[in-house]
């Protein structure tokens, strides 16, 4: 995927370059950003978005490089450590595809800068690859910033898209989870269950209740 978007900003502009590729046999997913004029004002300093006001061309480039293996023994351990701590409170989480992610910036004739992060969180929307979409399962990105990793919930859950809200271009493990596999699922089954159960206890107590005072009455007369 190469798609550019051109956004105006006072006299000049920023063309906002997104381009995938995959290292499978499945072709990358597309990927796009909720609102382009947020994510320019949130890439470049208030000097920078100055020059750009006044009549500068400037680019942001995205690079989404889509892989099934982690071939770093190191980064697998990490993101093996990171998983395993998130099951602790949620339950069995399966493993996607590996996005590498990665930008750049540049102003006129300016040398290109690498971008890894911006001012405010903005939202970044990717399509689930149609082998990875089935019913009842959620999503989850795995976000590794610099060796920290951060799970980031899928704002989206209804749809056959992960969209997440970030500050930090890095790369990120897609992760998922089916409902049987739920903690979460699992502990709101119980609590149904148990208020079920305590639903018809009461209304057995009821019951007996009626039933006794019922007897006593027609003792009484």
């Avoid at 540049?106 to 939202?123: F, H, Q, Y």
């Avoid at 079920?196 to 009455?217: E, P, Q, S």
Wanted: aromatic share 8%; hydrophobic share 40%; glycine share 6%.
């Amino acid at each position: 995927m190469h798609e550019v978007t051109h956004i105006s900003y006072g006299d000049g502009g920023v063309d906002v370059v997104l381009d995938s590729s995959s290292q499978t046999s499945v072709a990358a997913p597309n990927f796009r950003f909720g609102d382009y004029a947020a994510l320019v004002s949130s890439c470049f300093t208030p000097k920078e978005l100055d020059r750009i006001s006044e009549g500068n061309t400037a680019e942001i480039t995205f690079y989404f490089v889509v892989t099934d293996e982690i071939e770093d023994e190191l980064l697998q351990e990490q993101y093996q450590g990171a998983i395993s701590e998130n099951e602790s409170e949620l339950g069995n989480l399966s493993e996607g595809i590996l996005i590498d992610l990665s930008a750049t910036k540049v102003i006129g004739a300016d040398e290109p800068s690498n971008l890894v992060s911006c001012a405010n969180d903005v939202e970044l929307q990717m399509d689930i690859p149609l082998f990875l979409v089935k019913e009842d399962r959620s999503y989850y990105i795995l976000a590794d910033n610099r060796g920290e990793m951060n799970l980031l919930p899928n704002a989206t859950p209804e749809a056959d898209v992960v969209t997440v809200n970030t500050h930090n271009f890095c790369p990120g493990l897609l992760l998922y989870q089916d409902a049987n596999d739920s903690l979460i699922q699992k502990e709101d089954n119980r609590l149904m269950f148990d208020m079920h159960n305590v639903c018809f206890v009461g209304i057995v107590l009821l019951v007996i209740l009626w039933i006794f005072i019922d007897h006593h009455h027609k003792k009484c007369f």
